[in-house]
């Protein structure tokens, strides 16, 4: 285990507005904000065609072939993440979704697009005085959390 610590700064309610897609609009909030790292809860609706990474297809195959979920319809959605600069100061969102519809539902990162059916919901509460960031690391290649 590594760890850091942080101490809470601002908190916002946004919401997000029908077609915005969910990681773009959030990191170009807190890009905007000078938001260098955060935590977040959202709920609302995801609109049919959203993307979900829900997997890798293998294990721990490398390379890592990430799996994806088209939404079929509109879905309830509830989520949580992390929002953490990468080594230029660019904030990156990470973040799960569970979305449901009927009685299926599937849970998998918002990364690859899910784009927002009317309104969604999101706190974010900004930590500050935190030295974590968002390095690539091998052998997989894309972003994780360094404390």
Same mark, same amino acid.
Request: with cysteine.
């Given at each position: 285990?590594?760890? +850091?610590? =942080?101490?809470?700064?601002?908190?916002?309610?946004?919401?997000?507005?029908?077609?915005?897609?969910?990681?773009?609009?959030?990191?170009?909030?807190?890009?905007?904000? /000078?938001?260098?790292? =955060?935590?977040?809860?959202?709920? /609302?609706?995801?609109?049919?065609? +959203?993307?979900?990474?829900?997997?890798?297809?293998?294990?721990?195959?490398?390379?890592?072939?990430?799996?994806?979920?088209?939404?079929? /319809?509109?879905?309830?959605?509830?989520?949580?993440?992390?929002?953490? =600069?990468?080594?230029?100061?660019?904030?990156?969102?990470?973040?799960?979704?569970?979305? /449901?519809?009927?009685?299926? +539902?599937?849970?998998?990162?918002?990364?690859?697009?899910?784009?927002?059916?009317?309104?969604?919901?999101?706190?974010?509460?900004?930590?500050?005085? +935190?030295?974590?960031?968002?390095?690539?690391?091998?052998?997989?290649?894309?972003?994780?959390?360094?404390?």
């Amino acid at each position: 285990m590594k760890y +850091s610590q =942080a101490r809470q700064g601002r908190v916002f309610v946004l919401r997000l507005e029908d077609g915005e897609i969910v990681h773009e609009v959030i990191e170009q909030f807190a890009l905007d904000q /000078g938001i260098r790292a =955060a935590a977040l809860l959202i709920l /609302g609706g995801a609109d049919d065609g +959203s993307c979900l990474v829900v997997g890798p297809r293998q294990g721990r195959v490398l390379p890592i072939e990430p799996m994806r979920h088209f939404l079929d /319809g509109t879905h309830e959605v509830a989520g949580t993440g992390t929002l953490f =600069a990468d080594e230029t100061g660019t904030p990156l969102l990470h973040m799960h979704m569970a979305c /449901g519809r009927q009685d299926k +539902s599937v849970t998998g990162c918002v990364r690859q697009g899910v784009k927002v059916w009317h309104i969604m919901e999101v706190v974010l509460f900004e930590l500050v005085d +935190s030295t974590a960031r968002r390095t690539i690391q091998p052998p997989m290649g894309w972003p994780f959390l360094e404390p």
